[in-house]
């Protein structure tokens, strides 16, 4: 896919004034020197063989924890408001772990760049588990010593990344850390996130915290028919993907039926979930196209979706894809807020994209520039249409560390050699940096 000329003759439309322009990444991908604190789940998983496609670890990734400084230079440069990280919890449960970050947000506030950590981004401590629901406790106490330690800085927070990817691929499949394959006996793992999310809220609320977020991941659903088999497996995915994650938040209640699979005083624990929040962050990638079940498993976006699921996925056959086979519909980001602004009214905060990005190779990117492109314009036909979008972060500033991939793909506006570590800017850096001097 290369830079539609209309496009580059015609700049990104101007966003309103105080609109927040950042970048994002996550401690496990890209900080290094885990010999400098406790394991985590993801260690655990990536030592057992097979499960990370090239069979790489995160140990070293970008070195960030050592090389810090320059990352946060190449952040000054840019140009962005802010910079979403994220806090590793085996990490500042270890000897001088706090330290770290001190250092990382006092280097952030000298460059004006506006430090946003996030306090879950997948690394659990390894002899902690989302199946308990004093997991979502100790979560609350962690929370409370970083924002004492933080809060004289940090203004605006983040709570958890992901908990649907983190129940779905970690707990439900298998595919990600802890390497479960539950299926829909992971559903605690969904409800004790939350509600550590509702703990971290009042944990935070009592430190002075008054800018608290979540990072949740969204996108349409498609069936792919009008068929009612394949709208009634789409309406379920939909459920499980989007609802069962932004229903108890927004709306203080889970889907239909879906409380009755959840464990404890689920009634109670709503009221804690449903802690009022400032603003509510999308991870928005791409809608998915959804029918019936097919009666065998399916291989998809580098998962296999098993055959006993109440759904099938589907190819998006007539759009390009990214380096990783993910479909390219900037249209819809717009789609899902609107809906969103649609299904849940005024009980929806103002919005913030915390991730947008996309996986491609090579310095001259300019498939990710036009990635790029599109879904701003998408981000801002939203905002005409109504939607409160306060946001932006790209993922992400660094290529680095992809998870069960490995170092196969890369999201980075800045190229990074891992046997170097060398860094250096894409051609999406420096077209990024242009639009956010265009946007001031």
Known sequence: MATDPLQAANPIPQFPAGFLWGVSTSAHQIEGAAEEREPSVWDAFTAEPGRVKDGSTAAVACDHYHRYREDVALLADLGVDAYRFSTSWPRVRSEGGLDFYDRLVDELCAAGVRPVPTLFHWDLPVDLDWLERDTATRFAEYVSMVAERLGDRVKKWITLNEPAEHTLLGHALGAHAPGRQLMFDALPVAHHQLLAHGLAVRALRAAGATDIGIANSHGPTWPASEETADVEAADFYDL????????????????????????????????????????????????????????????????????????????????????????????GLTELLTGFRERYGDKLPPVVITENGCSYEGLDDQDRIAYLDGHLRALHRALEAGVDVRGYFVWSLLDNFEWAEGYERRFGLVHVDYETQKRTPKASYGWFRDVLRAQR
Do not use: C, H
């Open 240 to 331: 499980l993907l989007n609802r069962l994650f932004a229903d108890p938040l927004l709306l203080g209640q889970y889907p239909e039926g879906i409380g009755d699979l959840m464990p404890g005083d689920v009634e109670a624990d709503l009221k804690v979930i449903a802690e009022p929040i400032d603003w509510y962050g999308v991870n928005y990638y791409a809608p998915t196209r959804v029918g019936a079940p097919q009666g065998a498993d399916i291989e998809f976006g580098g998962l296999t979706i098993p055959a006993e699921l109440p759904f099938s996925v589907r190819q998006i056959e007539e759009v390009p894809v990214t380096d990783f086979g993910w479909p390219v519909v900037p249209e």
